[in-house]
């Protein structure tokens, strides 16, 4: 991956070039202000990190303490002025320097969450065998602007384009369901139709519960283009018409990754927060820890509904996000999680 992650480039459409000491935002999410650093100072940060990675042995607190306390676009610039420094690429100079977890969430918070999203796809499906769970967590928990963003950042990184990938990766109905969220044309407004909710639950049931065989193109068609707050009213409708959750039609009406993409997409519209403490919770449940989980959902909802996720896993598990971490985790790699929660 050496040679895709030193390509320096820019996601030009979407990302406001921001003026020095000012909130930006990041590609896909509005910043919660509460990482901005008044007096952002790109040549300072670029300067410290380099300090921290010359000569014997590496600081790794001053790496932590510059890139947890940034936005990923103020990232971004410190990256263009370590090159401009150095004619070096901060992320070769780190990878020289770290190892491990540590290094692994070092450089995922050097990408744009759009970018590091793409790079986690395509690990996904490259090489015999795909990864369908990961293929489902990220692609079925975005809004349509994160599936343009992580689309571009794609075709940026690999120059390959992220919906034949795939198409030619995955089959049958799982293909179906994602390449339809992959469209990334689902309604976001705000209003609910109750005649249309109770239409599209009947629909569904008939679809699923209403006879054998589930014909799954309207599950698609609802699940992946009706709006979050929609989908709420649709699920309470189908309750009534059916006198049981979805979940459970879904359970017993379809299986393997099919049932995983659909249960996530109910989850997301029900309580996205809360779909992303179960998987961190997961991830740190039982022997051994899954640092990737960790990780990728710490550093890509970090300036999106972190906030919510840690107040979620709070009333879920009576114990902080931060607790779970710190117990389960050491070393730089637990210092830099906990700077990110914090």
């Known amino acids: 991956m050496g040679s895709s992650h030193s390509k320096s480039y820019r996601l030009t459409e979407d990302i406001q070039k921001p003026t020095i000491g000012t909130t930006s935002l990041s590609a896909d999410e509005p910043s919660t202000n509460k990482r901005h650093h008044h007096g952002f100072d790109p040549d300072r940060d670029a300067k410290k990190i380099h300090s921290a990675c010359k000569g014997a042995g590496t600081d790794e607190k001053k790496i932590i303490e510059v890139l947890s306390s940034r936005t990923a676009e103020q990232r971004q610039q410190i990256k263009q002025k370590y090159k401009a420094l150095y004619s070096k690429d901060l992320e070769e100079d780190l990878k020289g320097d770290l190892s491990g977890n540590f290094e692994k969430a070092v450089l995922a918070l050097l990408d744009l969450p759009c970018e590091y999203k793409a790079r986690e796809l395509q690990k996904a499906m490259k090489g015999a065998g795909t990864d369908e769970s990961l293929l489902i967590e990220i692609l079925c928990t975005q809004n349509n602007k994160e599936i343009v963003n992580i689309k571009k950042a794609y075709k940026q990184l690999f120059d390959r384009d992220l919906e034949s990938d795939v198409k030619s990766d995955t089959s049958g109905s799982l293909q179906k369901i994602l390449v339809t969220v ?142 779970a971490v710190r117990s389960d985790t050491s070393g730089d790699f637990r210092k830099l999680l906990l700077a990110l929660l914090h």
């Open 182 to 323: 992959l469209e990334a044309t689902r309604d976001e407004t705000q209003q609910v139709n109750a005649e249309l909710a109770e239409q599209d639950a009947t629909d569904l049931y008939k679809a699923g519960e209403g006879r054998w065989g589930t014909e799954e193109l309207a599950f698609n068609a609802v699940l992946a283009k009706r709006s979050y707050s929609q989908l709420r009213a649709t699920f309470q409708a189908y309750k009534k018409v059916c006198g049981k959750d979805i979940e459970e039609s879904i359970k017993s009406e379809t299986s393997g990754d099919l049932e995983k993409a659909y249960l996530t997409l109910v989850s997301c519209a029900k309580d996205c927060p809360g779909y992303f403490a179960t998987l961190l919770h997961k991830s740190m449940k039982g022997a051994g820890t899954d640092e990737e989980t960790l990780i990728r959902i710490l550093v890509t909802r970090a300036e999106s509904d972190l906030p919510a996720i840690k107040e979620k896993f709070q009333q879920m598990y009576q114990k902080s996000l931060a607790e």
